[in-house]
């Protein structure tokens, strides 16, 4: 509410509130802080959404990108394992292996998949050395990961499991070896 006032030759004025005395104004705050909190709240998710939708970019954009050389598809041992924690490991190798454990989780990408987006030039652009490091190291499941893209792929998609077994397995698709394909169709109704 605004006040009158008059000055000393008897004009009367009128005294209006200071911005920051207005409801309106405190509404505003009160929405921003709301907002603040909730997205600060979220945050991480969101960061790891959109974290996820640019690494699934990269990984589309990599399979137009030149192909580096194929994986070799070696098994780990214990001795392989402890490597990891080593100091003589080079801390390029060590981020590379933490990236592939992400791509792993979270993309369930195929060892292939893993390695093509680690040198990818569209993706993390590790040295071939450093990839093929973390793909030898990486403790992953890609049988349990081939039935995940085979899932979202038939949630998503209706694939048929002739064309699941196709993207599954296809150089230009997730790049998954046949007896990987092969597991998750074969459990894609457990």
């Known amino acids: 509410m605004a006040k009158e006032i008059k000055d000393e030759n008897g004009n009367t004025y009128v005294q209006k509130k200071p911005f920051y005395k207005k409801w309106w104004f405190w509404l505003i705050i009160v929405v921003l802080v709301i907002i603040g909190f909730a997205s600060a709240g979220s945050g991480s998710s969101n960061s790891n959404s959109s974290s996820n939708q640019s690494k699934t970019t990269a990984v589309k954009k990599s399979k137009t990108a030149k192909k580096p050389a194929k994986v070799a598809n070696t098994t780990t041992t214990d001795k392989d394992t402890n490597a990891s924690n080593d100091d003589k490991v080079p801390s390029e190798n060590k981020a590379a292996l933490e990236k592939a454990k992400t791509y792993s989780s979270l993309m369930h990408l195929s060892r292939q998949g893993i390695y093509d987006q ?72 457990d």
Request: aromatic share 8%.
């Open 118 to 189: 680690l040198t990818s030039e569209a993706g993390e652009k590790f040295p071939a050395t450093a990839a093929q490091y973390a793909v030898d190291h990486l403790k992953a499941d890609y049988n349990a990961n081939a039935l995940a893209k085979a899932k979202d792929y038939r949630k998503q998609q209706n694939m048929s499991d002739n064309e699941l077994r196709e993207q599954l397995t296809s150089d230009s698709g997730e790049k998954f070896t046949p007896q990987e394909a092969d597991y998750a169709i074969q459990h894609l109704n």
